[in-house]
């Protein structure tokens, strides 16, 4: 093969000279028609600077079928398009999610494009979020010439529904940021003057001076106790008085006790203040649990592409004949006209017509099911091959989808929760630290020295503030988070990473987890010297390309090289044929292709009659698999596999990983019972699937593992999602949390060591509050140089 | 050094100002994406005068 590159993708040309363009005075190889036409639009459009600064190369433009161009025209319907905008004035208002941007130069030329068009009043594309928020008069351009617009560039828009959880989270971040800066920005200034007082200390300082500056720091740190220290005190308020002391209710305290004993000591000129310790401890935990807050925020939007699943829109057939209208809106009775590539919009029986259907994201099964008339389809599963019309029997909202969708919500509140260990720690500590606390004031002031009550307690209090012990948690999961997202494994649930140590059972669905979900080819006998196995593939793949059918997917790697076909036609759900060198070429099931069968072959090719070849076809299992089963059994793991295929195939692989449980033909509700019954016998149980199908035992497990090819669904409710396509990053997910666990509890050791050791002496009134001050910026930098060990690894 | 009564209040303002802007930018969406704006400066405003721009060298 030739080393060209695509000028666009940068995928090898294959195709020699047969797509270039003259550009800038260059003339540039392309691999296909569709990257060749998306970089003639953007010369055209004088947007050529997007090739000299984008990061990563293109994706591949596959050119948009007409038929597909058609379709969105659909989206143009009065009542469909109220569905997914809203209203503001005379403009709309719309939020597209756009697949295909790899860098931030995508963003630019997307934004650039749009901009050129005037009924486009604004458009904001976010690098990040994969994400279009648009202003347009729906009058001037319809919605449909957008999405062709951005087609022509070589990305795919779909018009997007944001839920309302992730406005809420939106805001939330905003908070952080806010009370990040005035924590960090007033934290400067308190340590600056805070720095003068300690010089002062030495040298020597006036009294007037000192008094100035404490003033000025009491003043400065207001705004941070009163306002980026609100969460804590939020926090700690709600814990108490649901009687479930946190680890804020000590952070509260020693905040607020060490403010007003600080500022008590600026009115009345005695003691010590700690202005720029109270400063500090809020801005280190409140940055602490903003990187957190951020990691969880990045995953929900990464991966809430909810509505893609959902059906928007179908094709209704009433009296007018065929009329777009919204998949909400459809009634049971109704009939609506499915082609082929178009996903089923509701739940219903065939009329008229006959295809193969995959229900694979509903099923599991990922063998195509053929549909003929007076059989039931669902709502969510895809038309592969031919003209549907069907009955709809039930509305969006009642069908299987929207059941499973239910299901789920129904499990979430039932999700299994080990206690927070370190929460645990904190009631444990706080309640004893207090009683402590007030003791020691009791004992100062009525049987020692009234005058030295406060000071110790203050230095009691600041001595064993929980900064090191509130820290040892938060900051080793932010880090491991941080290690494991660059490993390729976002955890979106940061509980789940605590949890991890303790699991026993690994459940595992098989279609698409454990093999990859389609079909590849296994073997091929030949019953004819004529044609090298080589040649024979090509010429089925040739002829394969005519077609959508998954099968047809699995020959497509081994195209080699163009063949002239003449007169080539599909037969639904039998197979192709077509002309070449004028002879007759049949590719298909035996029947089609007038062979006798002799094997089980799933695909047969015949030239003129006389039969080539027969291929087996199979789901492959993943490479990586049976070497990372081993590894997990050898570590102590219970595995066990539950799926949703019914085939013989599920027992063999079963047999074949050494599994230690299985239960084929299970439905979603089936999968549940299996994992909470394994739950109330006591395991621990992780899930590792991809389907829609899983979705629902993603929340009965206690921890739930989405496939990096997982449906958008599986993603957006699992606590990890895989970002590779390599199950192997779940052993590392593993090891991650059981390296996260270590490092938590020496950091806990360590705090609570410390802490038992400096109680007595700050009760006995041996340690003034700066040795304090010292002890316990020691122990929280120690804490948190522990953690960041778990980035380097 | 009596000086600070009025430079340390000065100090103040300024930095309540620098708050008041960072609010002022977050409430203007300007930290939702970081990454396209690190971008937009490569970028020509107007394209009409690409062609008499020398081109520079892929530095791929």
């Known amino acids: 093969m030739s080393a060209v590159k695509c000028f666009h993708c940068h995928e090898p040309v294959l195709t020699g000279d047969r797509f270039t363009l003259q550009l800038d005075n260059q003339q540039q190889p392309f691999c296909c028609a569709g990257c060749q036409a998306v970089a003639e639009t953007i010369f055209s459009n004088g947007l050529q600077d997007y090739y000299k600064f984008r990061t990563e190369s293109a994706a591949k433009v596959a050119a948009m079928p007409e038929q597909l161009l058609a379709e969105l025209a659909s989206f143009d319907n009065a009542e469909v398009l109220a569905d997914i905008s809203r209203q503001h004035d005379n403009l709309t208002e719309i939020e597209l999610s756009i697949s295909g941007m790899s860098c931030a130069a995508c963003a630019w030329l997307i934004e650039k494009q749009l901009k050129q068009q005037p009924a486009i009043a604004s458009a904001a594309i976010n690098a990040s979020t994969q994400r279009a928020l648009l202003r347009f008069d729906s009058n001037l351009l319809p919605l449909s010439q957008i999405l062709k617009t951005i087609a022509a560039l070589g990305y795919q828009a779909s018009p997007f529904v944001a839920d309302q959880e992730e406005q809420v989270f939106k805001n939330e971040l905003n908070r952080y940021l806010k009370r990040l800066a005035v924590s960090g920005i007033l934290t400067m200034q308190v340590m600056m003057l805070a720095f003068a007082l300690y010089f002062g200390e030495y040298t020597g300082i006036e009294a007037s001076h000192e008094g100035y500056l404490r003033w000025i720091s009491m003043l400065l740190t207001i705004p941070v106790v009163l306002y980026a220290a609100k969460p804590f005190v939020l926090s700690a308020w709600r814990s108490t008085k649901a009687r479930q002391m946190n680890m804020d209710v000590p952070v509260t305290l020693a905040l607020y006790y060490t403010f007003f004993a600080s500022s008590y000591a600026t009115i009345f000129h005695t003691g010590e203040v700690y202005f720029e310790s109270v400063c500090m401890f809020t801005f280190l935990l409140q940055l602490g649990k903003f990187f957190e807050f951020r990691a969880r925020a990045q995953a929900r939007e990464a991966t809430s592409n909810l509505l893609k699943i959902m059906p928007v829109t179908a094709t209704q057939i009433t009296e007018h004949g065929p009329e777009p209208t919204s998949a909400r809106r459809l009634q049971a009775g109704d009939i609506i006209l499915v082609k082929a590539g178009e996903t089923l919009a509701a739940d219903g029986t065939v009329l008229e017509g006959n295809s193969s259907v995959d229900e694979s994201m509903l099923t599991g099964e990922y063998r195509p099911i053929s549909k003929t008339t007076g059989d039931a389809v669902l709502a969510g599963s895809i038309n592969h091959d031919g003209l549907l019309k069907v009955q709809v029997t039930s509305v969006l909202a009642h069908s299987r989808l929207g059941q499973i969708i239910q299901l789920q919500q129904q499990t979430l509140s039932q999700k299994p929760r080990l206690v927070e260990k370190t929460d645990q720690l904190a009631k444990y500590f706080v309640e004893r630290l207090l009683v402590i606390a007030v003791l020691t004031f009791l004992l100062w002031y009525f049987w020692w020295n009234p005058d030295r009550a406060f000071w110790v307690t203050l230095s009691v209090l600041v001595a064993t503030c929980p900064c090191a012990l509130s820290l040892a948690t938060p900051t080793a999961i932010t880090c491991a988070l941080a290690r494991l997202n660059r490993q390729g494994v976002l955890i979106k649930n940061a509980q789940a990473l605590e949890t991890l140590p303790d699991i026993s059972h690994i459940v595992l669905d098989k279609t698409g987890t454990l093999t990859e979900g389609k079909f590849s080819i296994s073997r091929l006998s030949s019953f004819t010297t004529q044609f090298s196995e080589a040649e024979i593939l090509n010429l089925i793949a040739n002829l394969e390309r005519y077609s959508e059918h998954p099968i047809a997917r699995a020959f497509a790697p081994h195209f080699s090289q163009q063949l002239e076909l003449t007169a080539v036609e599909v037969t639904i759900g039998a197979g192709i044929m077509g002309y070449w060198q004028g002879q007759l070429l049949r590719v298909g099931s035996a029947a089609f292709c007038q062979v006798a069968t002799k094997t089980d072959a799933m695909v047969y090719i015949s030239l003129n009659g006389e039969a080539l070849a027969a291929v087996h076809l199979e789901d492959k299992l993943r490479a990586e698999v049976p070497a990372l089963i081993s590894q997990l059994q050898q570590q102590g793991y219970q595995l066990g596999m539950l799926t949703g295929d019914s085939s013989a195939q599920a027992e063999q692989l079963s047999s074949e990983l050494n599994l230690n449980f299985m239960v084929k033909g299970c439905s979603p509700e089936q999968k549940v019972a299996e994992i909470q019954q394994l739950i109330a016998k006591g395991a621990k149980v992780l899930m590792l699937g991809d389907g829609i199908n899983d979705s629902p035992s993603f929340n009965a497990a206690h921890i739930s593992v989405a496939v990096h090819s997982g449906t958008d669904l599986s993603k957006n409710q699992a606590d990890v999602v895989l970002l590779q396509p390599d199950l192997r990053l779940v052993q590392k997910l593993l090891v991650g949390g059981a390296t996260t666990a270590k490092i938590i509890k020496q950091n806990l050791g360590w705090s609570v060591g410390y802490n038992l050791v400096i109680i007595p002496l700050a009760v006995a009134g041996f340690v003034s509050p700066y040795i304090a001050v010292i002890g316990m910026s020691f122990s929280s930098l120690l804490v948190v140089s522990n953690s960041l060990r778990l980035l380097k690894k | ?60």
């Open chain 2, 1 to 60: 050094m009596s000086i600070i009564y009025v430079l340390i209040p000065i100090a103040i303002l300024f930095v309540a100002i620098g708050i008041w802007i960072f609010f002022w930018a977050v409430r203007s969406k300007q930290f939702e994406d970081l990454e396209k704006e690190g971008f937009s400066i490569l970028f020509d405003e107007d394209n009409k005068a690409k062609a008499d721009e020398q081109k520079k060298p892929d530095d791929r």
